[in-house]
C-alpha cells in the first residue's frame, strides 16, 4: 500500500484526501467519523478470559477495549480517546495501520485541561492571573508532553461562560466575563497549537478543541447536564464571544455541546454549528460531539431511534461522534440507503477528519517514540513552569492589618490546619488523568520547605471535609482520591487544632472543597464550607492566634463570616503540581499576590446568579437593596484583588469625540505606592448611556497585567474601536455600533471609580 497516492506526502493535503475518499466504502466512511472512548481501566484482559464470573454491570466495560479493538482492525473506527501512554496508542495505532482495511491511522484526543503530567493550575485559577501570555505557555507545555504519549488532540480548552457558581464546571472556564474569556481562550488555543492555525502544527503540539458549542454553562439551576434557555442577545453578547475568538485563534477541531439549548439539542442545532459556526464565522475544522451526545439525541426525545439520531446529528455538523458502546454513526450507511443524509454530505465529514489527520502528519508519523517520553515528562523546567503559574494566580480577598506576609524570621511557630493542607491529591484539582501525586506538594509540605529548620511547624487535620452525598463517577478512575479515615473522630480533631493554634505564633487554616467536589457531575447545591469548617474556623479564631485563611476551591465560597473575623483571606484555588511551594511563596512575601477574581463572589446561594455585567434597570440607585433582608451586593465584586503593594490611580484620559467605526486611545497612570514592587492588573470599563438597545451597567472591555517598580508609575493604553463597542441587538437582530455616550472606568476591578466620558458620533 505504500506507493498508493493517499500516502505520498509529495502531494497536496487535497489529492491525498481525493485518492483515499475514492477507495472507501460508506461504511469506511462512516467508521472514520467514530470515535471510542477505550476503557482499559481493566486492564488487557485474553480473549479467553471468563467475562460471565464478572458481575452483569462490569462485563460490558470489561469487553469494551477488546470490542474496540476488534472496531479498528474492523476500519470502523477513526478515533480514540482515554489512551494515555504511548505503549497502548502504538498497539492501537498498529491495529489501525497494519490491520484495517486503508489503513488509515487513528487519530488520538484526550482531556488535556490545566496540565497532562506536569499540572498547572486549574483554568478558572489561570484566568484569575488575567496573563493570557502566561496560560499560553502553560499550554505549550501540557501540549508537549501530551504529544510525547500519542495524543494528537486536546478536548479543550473549555471556553463555557458560567454565572452560576453552583454548577460544578465552572473551574474548567474563565469565569463569567466575555472580554476576559475570549482572550483566555485564544490563548489556549495558541498554546496548544504552538501559535500555528488548523491542522499543520509541529510535532511538540497538538490540535485544540474548545468545547462545548454552546451555552452548557447557562444549564438550569447550575445542574450539570440541564438544558439551557439563553436569549439571542445574551448567546450573542456574552456566551458566543469566547468561542468566536478561539476559532479566530486558529482551533482546528470544536466541541458541540449535548444539553437542549432552546428547546433544541445543541448537537442537532444546524444554526448552531452550520449557520454560525461555518457561515459566518468561516470555521473550517471538524466537530466533535461530545460524549454519547448523538446517541443522547433519542434519549432526549428528540430523535425517534439511533439511526435518526445519527442522520440528524451529521446533519447539523457534527463530523465525528464521541461515545462507549454502539454509535449512532455506525447506522449512517443505512440512512443514506434510507434517504435521510445523503453520501454527499457523508463526504464533508469525512474529508474533514481526513484533511486533519494527513495534516498531523499521522500517515508518515502514526507511532509515537516510547523511547523519548520519559524525558519529556520528567523535565524538571515543566515543573518550575507550574509554580511560576500558579504564583500568578492567587488573589488576596482580605488583608486586615497587614497580616500578610507572614515573617518567617520573627515566628517560633506555624500552625497549619485543615485536611486540604496536606492532600497533594487535592492540591493538583479534578480534570487530571495522569498525574504523580507522589511529587505533587501540599501547601504543608511548601510551608515546611519555605521555612527550613528555624520555624516549627505543625499540623493537624482538623475537622474533616464532609464527602460528596452521590460518589464522584471520576473517583473509580482515580485510586488517588484521598478519603478520610474511617476512625476520623471530628470533636477530638476540633480539640487538638483548637490546642495547636494556642501554642502556635500564627493558625494557617486551608477551607475549601476536595477536587471531586468541583468539575463536572459536581454541581452543588449550596456555596457553605463542607462539614464542620466553619465552626472550627471560628473556634480558632476564639483563640486570639492570628489566623490566615487559604480557600482551596474552583467556586465562590460562603466567605460572610470570615470576611468579617479571619484578618487574611487567600484565595489559592487548586494550584497544581508544585502548589505548595507557590502558596508558601505568596504566604511568606517571596511574591505579591497579584490574581484577579474572574468571577463575582455572593455573600451566599440565595443570591446566585450574580455578576458584573448586569443591566441598569429600574431604579438602578436600589441595585443594592433589591432583597429587603440584605445587601444585593456581591462579598468581592468582578475583578477584585489585594497586593502588598500600594496602587493608585490618576490621568485618565479619551478624547471627547471619536466617530462610529473609528478606535479611541484610552490611557490610565497607575502608581505603586509602596514600597513593594509588584504587579496589578489595569482594567477598563465602560457603559453605554443610550443605543438602539440598553447596554450592562458595566462591562470590561480591556485589562493589562502589568509590573510597578516601588514608587513608580506605569501608564497603560488601551484602544475603544468597533471590536469593543459593537453589540447584537434584539431590536435589529443585528450587530451595531450606536453613537452615544460612554462613561469610562479604568481601576483595579468592577467596582473601579476613576471615571470619565468619550462621545461617539455618527
Not at 494515555?84 to 489501525?96: G, M
Not at 509554580?387 to 488576596?396: D, Q
Not at 479515615?485 to 470533636?491: K, M, N, Q, R, S
Request: glycine letters at 8%; charged letters at 25%; proline letters at 6%.
Amino acid at each position: 500500500m505504500t506507493d498508493l497516492p493517499y500516502r505520498d506526502p509529495s502531494l497536496s493535503t487535497a489529492e491525498r484526501v481525493d485518492d483515499l475518499m475514492s477507495r472507501l466504502s460508506v461504511e469506511d466512511k462512516a467508521g472514520q467519523l467514530t470515535q471510542y472512548f477505550y476503557m482499559a481501566s481493566f486492564g488487557e484482559l485474553p480473549v479467553d478470559f471468563d467475562f460471565e464470573a464478572l458481575p452483569p454491570e462490569a462485563q460490558s466495560f470489561a469487553k469494551q477495549p477488546l470490542m474496540v479493538k476488534d472496531a479498528i482492525a474492523a476500519g470502523k473506527a477513526g478515533s480514540a480517546l482515554f489512551v494515555k501512554d504511548a505503549a497502548t496508542a502504538n498497539i492501537l495505532q498498529r491495529k489501525a495501520v497494519e490491520e484495517s482495511p486503508h489503513g488509515i491511522p487513528l487519530i488520538f484526543g484526550y482531556d488535556v485541561i490545566h496540565g497532562f503530567r506536569t499540572i498547572f493550575p486549574v483554568p478558572i485559577a489561570q484566568a484569575a492571573s488575567w496573563d493570557p501570555e502566561a496560560v499560553e505557555a502553560g499550554q505549550r507545555v501540557a501540549a508537549r508532553e501530551a504529544r510525547a504519549v500519542g495524543i494528537h488532540w486536546a478536548f479543550a480548552p473549555m471556553v463555557d461562560i458560567a454565572r452560576d457558581p453552583r454548577w460544578g464546571r465552572i473551574i474548567e472556564g474563565a469565569g463569567e466575563d466575555p472580554c476576559l474569556g475570549s482572550a483566555i481562550a485564544a490563548a489556549q488555543v495558541r498554546g496548544f497549537q504552538g501559535g500555528v492555525k488548523g491542522n499543520a502544527i509541529g510535532d511538540e503540539s497538538i490540535l485544540a478543541g474548545p468545547k462545548h458549542f454552546a451555552g452548557y454553562g447557562a444549564a438550569v439551576g447550575g445542574r450539570d447536564y440541564d438544558d439551557a434557555d439563553i436569549s439571542d442577545s445574551e448567546l450573542r453578547n456574552v456566551y458566543l464571544p469566547p468561542f468566536k475568538a478561539a476559532v479566530d485563534a486558529g482551533a482546528a477541531n470544536l466541541m458541540s455541546a449535548y444539553m437542549d439549548l432552546n428547546g433544541v439539542p445543541a448537537s442537532a442545532n444546524c444554526w448552531l454549528l452550520n449557520d454560525v459556526l461555518r457561515d459566518e464565522w468561516g470555521f473550517t475544522g471538524w466537530v466533535v460531539s461530545d460524549a454519547n451526545a448523538i446517541r443522547s439525541l433519542e434519549t432526549q426525545h428528540h430523535a425517534k431511534d439511533l439511526t435518526d439520531a445519527g442522520a440528524r446529528g451529521l446533519h447539523a455538523g457534527n463530523d465525528m461522534e464521541m461515545c462507549m458502546f454502539d454509535p449512532a454513526f455506525n447506522r449512517l450507511p443505512d440512512a443514506v440507503a434510507a434517504g435521510l443524509v445523503s453520501e454527499e454530505e457523508l463526504d464533508v465529514s469525512v474529508r474533514r477528519v481526513l484533511t486533519a489527520k494527513v495534516e498531523l502528519g499521522l500517515f508518515e508519523h502514526p507511532y509515537a517514540d516510547e523511547d523519548a517520553v520519559a524525558a519529556v515528562l520528567d523535565a524538571a523546567e515543566h515543573r518550575d513552569a507550574a509554580r511560576a503559574s500558579a504564583e500568578k494566580t492567587f488573589v488576596l480577598l482580605r488583608n486586615e492589618g497587614a497580616t500578610l506576609p507572614l515573617d518567617a524570621d520573627a515566628l517560633g511557630s506555624i500552625a497549619v490546619i485543615g485536611e486540604l493542607a496536606d492532600s497533594p491529591r487535592d492540591t493538583l484539582g479534578p480534570w487530571v488523568f495522569d498525574h504523580d501525586t507522589d511529587e505533587a506538594v501540599s501547601i504543608l509540605a511548601g510551608i515546611k520547605e519555605r521555612t527550613g529548620d528555624g520555624v516549627t511547624v505543625e499540623h493537624v487535620p482538623g475537622v474533616k471535609v464532609e464527602p460528596r452525598h452521590f460518589p464522584s463517577m471520576f473517583d473509580r478512575m482515580d485510586p488517588t482520591t484521598p478519603q478520610t479515615p474511617e476512625d476520623h473522630d471530628d470533636d477530638a480533631e476540633l480539640a487538638r487544632a483548637i490546642e495547636l493554634a494556642k501554642r502556635s505564633d500564627v493558625a494557617v487554616v486551608v477551607i475549601g472543597q476536595r477536587q471531586n467536589q468541583i468539575g463536572e457531575n459536581a454541581s452543588a447545591g449550596t456555596l457553605e464550607l463542607p462539614g464542620r469548617q466553619l465552626e472550627q474556623l471560628q473556634a480558632l479564631v476564639a483563640t486570639g492566634t492570628p489566623v490566615v485563611a487559604l480557600v482551596m476551591s474552583g467556586r465562590p465560597l460562603d466567605l460572610r463570616w470570615a470576611n468579617e473575623h479571619v484578618p487574611a483571606i487567600l484565595q489559592v484555588w487548586y494550584p497544581g503540581t508544585r502548589g505548595g511551594e507557590a502558596v508558601a511563596s505568596a504566604l511568606f512575601g517571596d511574591v505579591s499576590p497579584a490574581g484577579r477574581l474572574p468571577i463575582t463572589w455572593p455573600r451566599h446561594v440565595g443570591q446566585v446568579p450574580m455578576y458584573h455585567n448586569h443591566y441598569r434597570t429600574f431604579q438602578p440607585e436600589a441595585q443594592g437593596q433589591r432583597y429587603w433582608d440584605e445587601e444585593s451586593t456581591p462579598l468581592y465584586p468582578f475583578g477584585h484583588g489585594l497586593s502588598y503593594a500600594a496602587f493608585s490611580y490618576a490621568d485618565l484620559r479619551a478624547p471627547e469625540t471619536v466617530a462610529v467605526g473609528e478606535t479611541a486611545t484610552v490611557s490610565v497612570a497607575v502608581t505603586n505606592d509602596s514600597s513593594v514592587d509588584a504587579e496589578d492588573v489595569v482594567q477598563l470599563y465602560v457603559h453605554q448611556r443610550h443605543g438602539t438597545s440598553t447596554r450592562p451597567i458595566r462591562e470590561l472591555k480591556g485589562f493589562r497585567r502589568v509590573h510597578v517598580p516601588a514608587g513608580e508609575t506605569v501608564t497603560v493604553e488601551f484602544e475603544l474601536g468597533p471590536d469593543q463597542l459593537r453589540y447584537w441587538s434584539a431590536v435589529t437582530r443585528d450587530w451595531v455600533q450606536d453613537a452615544t455616550v460612554l462613561d469610562v472606568w479604568a481601576g483595579g476591578s468592577s467596582a473601579a471609580e476613576l471615571a470619565t466620558t468619550l462621545e461617539i458620533t455618527g
